[in-house]
């Protein structure tokens, strides 16, 4: 079974641009989470989307956006980058509606901002 | 405000040790407790715990929720030196399945 894919795995941009990042859920799981992990912080929940729906964001300004396609892929959206927005986006995806019971993460996207 | 403490934040023990990870919460209406291992990248699962089901076992490690203390231990018996990651621990809160809390982790470095 193919786990989690997202890519790219690094990203690097300047202030000011856009950054596009992407996620495949494993086979058969339809609920999509986004997470920054900063450094020397924990993970911070950024969006779950589930059946195609934004079901919940975490704190975190309207530049950061995403969706979810009809195969449950997923794509998250950061506007306006700045310099801390530089972290590891991590994506995971789970069988069961909601984040409850054991999410599947992926290697992450590495983003950094000059 | 809800939150997620794990303690300590950093860890070096030698190969056989055994360690003791620590996680308190404060979050509304608490529905499970999760630890994840993540080593270079992406987390991976270990143990859910529920107040249904407050002790887990996996091989080395074995994990107990405190519902009254608030708080949960993660155990490694004869730590190996392929235990050393980022332990993560994730709580559940609210009723509406819309908030997962994070702590900052543990770093758990073993060394031979």
């Known amino acids: 079974e193919a786990g989690v894919t997202q890519s790219p795995t690094h990203l690097i941009k300047t202030r000011g641009q856009q950054a596009t990042l992407r996620c495949s859920p494993i086979?058969?799981?339809?609920?999509v989470y986004w997470y920054q992990q900063a450094l020397g912080l924990g993970l911070q929940f950024l969006l779950w989307?589930?059946?195609?729906?934004?079901?919940n964001r975490g704190n975190f300004p309207p530049r950061f956006s995403g969706r979810q396609f009809p195969n449950y892929s997923s794509e998250l959206n950061v506007n306006a980058l700045e310099l801390e927005d530089s972290a590891l986006y991590l994506c995971?995806?789970?069988?069961?509606?909601?984040?409850?019971?054991?999410?599947?993460f992926g290697d992450g996207t590495r983003l950094s901002i000059l | 405000e809800d939150k997620v403490v794990q303690s300590p934040l950093s860890l070096v023990v030698h190969e056989g040790d055994t360690v003791t990870l620590n996680c308190s919460y404060e979050?509304?209406?608490?529905?499970?407790l999760l630890w994840y291992k993540q080593e270079k990248k992406a987390p991976t699962f270990l143990f859910m715990l529920t107040s249904s089901g407050i002790e887990k076992k996996s091989g080395r490690l074995s994990s107990i929720l405190d519902k009254k203390e608030l708080s949960s231990i993660l155990n490694i018996t004869a730590t190996q030196t392929g235990d050393s990651a980022i332990y993560l621990c994730a709580v559940l809160g609210e009723t509406s399945y819309d908030k997962v809390i994070f702590g900052p982790g543990t770093s758990l470095s073993v060394i031979p």
């Open positions: 989307y589930d059946e195609g729906e934004e079901r």
């Open positions: 086979s058969g799981h339809t609920s």
């Open positions: 979050v509304t209406n608490f529905r499970s």
């Open positions: 995971a995806s789970s069988s069961r509606t909601g984040p409850e019971g054991p999410q599947h």
